[in-house]
């Protein structure tokens, strides 16, 4: 299984972005996806999830209100819109993959996507 993401780039302090994340292979039981973020100097951290459905999604307290998940189960992709952007989103973004949206906001992650560098200029 393999998890490529793309969509990062630079853009200025209050810009948009759209991450996306598309899976090849079965991930099997680890349906559920996430987007984590690595600024530099910091650790890795959880943003965001959805589960299989969509029913359920879960936010870091960082990006609630701003950044929104989302899937598209035909074309095996899950997307991060991401708005009103702010320096401190600076970071790599990774996609990953888990058996449930609660087993990723736990580092319970069973496939990790490459990442893609989000920079946001002030």
């Known amino acids: 299984v393999q998890l490529q993401a793309s969509g990062g780039g630079l853009v200025q302090t209050g810009g948009s972005l759209r991450l996306s994340c598309t899976a090849s292979?079965?991930?099997?039981?680890?349906?559920?996806r996430g987007w984590f973020r690595q600024a530099p100097g910091k650790e890795r951290e959880f943003a965001a999830a959805?589960?299989?459905?969509?029913?359920?999604?879960l936010y870091a307290d960082s990006v609630k209100g701003r950044f929104t998940i989302s899937r598209d189960n035909a074309k095996n992709t899950v997307y991060l819109q991401m708005n009103s952007l702010k320096p401190e989103d600076t970071a790599v973004y990774y996609c990953?993959?888990?058996?449930?949206?609660?087993?990723?906001?736990?580092?319970?992650?069973?496939?990790w996507g490459k990442g893609t560098l989000v920079t946001v200029s002030s």
């Open positions: 959805i589960s299989w459905r969509g029913s359920t999604t």
């Open positions: 990953a993959a888990g058996r449930s949206t609660q087993a990723l906001t736990q580092n319970a992650i069973d496939y």
């Open positions: 292979g079965r991930t099997g039981s680890s349906n559920a």
